[in-house]
């Protein structure tokens, strides 16, 4: 398989002003084609130490992919950066720079002296065509080894990526196929899932398997080498029927697939309807649902109920039930669900009430305490919950969590 590093430049990565999304795209899309990410260096507006990443990445790997400073500004020193490194001048290539003017001139403005520099590229190297932007990129050879420079904006990147440099390394040919595919988890920690796995997960596997985790969604990335494209693909294919055995309702979809995706599929294929009542999340679940085209066959009411007089006044909830459990409480998770049910008429319905902090927590009721109701015609299931971390991760756990019941109760 052949390799690669990525080098990704600017100082609004190092303070955390900006995250770097560039190495993530970059690395999923070698990977499709049979390259492997052996490391990612990240280094500030230092010609320097822009320089020093560079040949470190090019003693990891046979392909470099720069990302930033091709801007005009005098912290923009990738360019100057190649040309030290090539040991060659910067040369101005006046195709270049006309084709920055029309870029100027095409919305009625008159292009700045400075950027005349992005129209430079080091002697021997050849520019990458950039169609949104004034920022060229760099294609050039060092030591047998071929590196790219692309601008950092995302959107730009993104689109140089996938229309000059897939098609010129597909053309130089890898060293074998790497196929990836993605099982999709809800409902158990990483740790417990790895319990399952067992060996698994051993790194020396062909399929190598990894897991991340974001809101409580385990996905584990089955990764294939081998000759052809097909092997790779059979590899993967009996360990997903292996993963299925072993887990089975965790997973809930596979590949790119999100849970509101999949939830909504499942109303759509069984014909049923849903209603939602909130408190605590204050809509977010409403949201997550809506947001999946289509979901007008299915989603039919929602309720926002952040008080108790809210759930009193629109769901009609007994305020003596709220008094005497409180509304963070199972009997009134269970009571707005099943009002919600009733009213919309719907065949299922979700109630979520808790506490979201950061404060109104007790000891007995403490901060991320969340109480979620499924009602459906056949039964009313509530669950306690205790989530941690910060308030907007609480609440997108109890929203994710009440999907994950759904879909459960669906799949009953």
Known sequence: MSTAS????????????????????IC???????????????????????????KRAT???????????????????????????LDAKLQLDSTLLETIRQFFAK????????????????????????????????????????????PGVPVEMKQMFEASVLPRLKQQGGK???????????????????????N????????????????GVITLHVVADAKTKRQAEQLTKKDIEHLKS????????????TLPEVVGGLLTQKHKTIAIAESCTGGLLAKLLTDIPGSSA????????????????????????????????????????????QKARSDFAIAITGIAGPTGGTEQKPVGLVYISVSSDNNCQTKRFLFSHTRDIIRHRAALTALNMLRLALKD
Request: hydrophobic share 45%.
């Open 6 to 25: 990525i080098v990704s430049i600017g100082n609004e990565l190092l303070i955390g002003h900006t995250t770097d999304t560039n190495a993530a795209f």
């Open 28 to 54: 999923q899309q070698l990977l499709s084609i049979g390259v492997s990410v052996v490391s990612v260096y990240t280094v500030g507006d230092d010609i320097g130490q822009i320089v020093l990443a560079l």
């Open 59 to 85: 003693d990891d790997a046979d392909i470099v992919v720069a990302t930033g400073g091709l801007g005009p500004t005098d912290d923009d020193l990738t360019r100057q950066a190649f040309a030290e490194l």
């Open 107 to 150: 919305r009625g403005l008159q292009m700045p002296e400075k950027n005349a520099i992005q129209a430079h590229i080091p002697a021997g190297a050849q520019p990458i065509e950039n169609p949104i932007g004034t920022a060229p990129g760099i294609c050039a050879r060092f030591q047998q080894k071929i590196l790219f420079a692309l």
């Open 176 to 198: 074998g196929f790497t196929v990836v595919r993605k099982i999709r988890c809800f409902g158990a920690g990483e740790s417990v899932i790895a319990e399952k796995l067992g």
């Open 200 to 215: 698994l997960m051993g790194r020396q596997r062909n399929p190598l398997i990894n897991s991340t985790v974001d809101s």
């Open 246 to 257: 072993l887990l089975g309702d965790l997973i809930f979809g596979t590949d790119d697939q």
């Open 298 to 341: 299915y989603f039919t009411h929602g309720w926002i109920t952040y008080s108790d007089k809210a759930k009193t006044e629109q769901l009609g909830i007994a305020p003596r039930a709220i008094e005497k459990n409180g509304a963070v409480s199972e009997q009134v998770a269970s009571a707005m669900a099943l009002a919600a049910q």
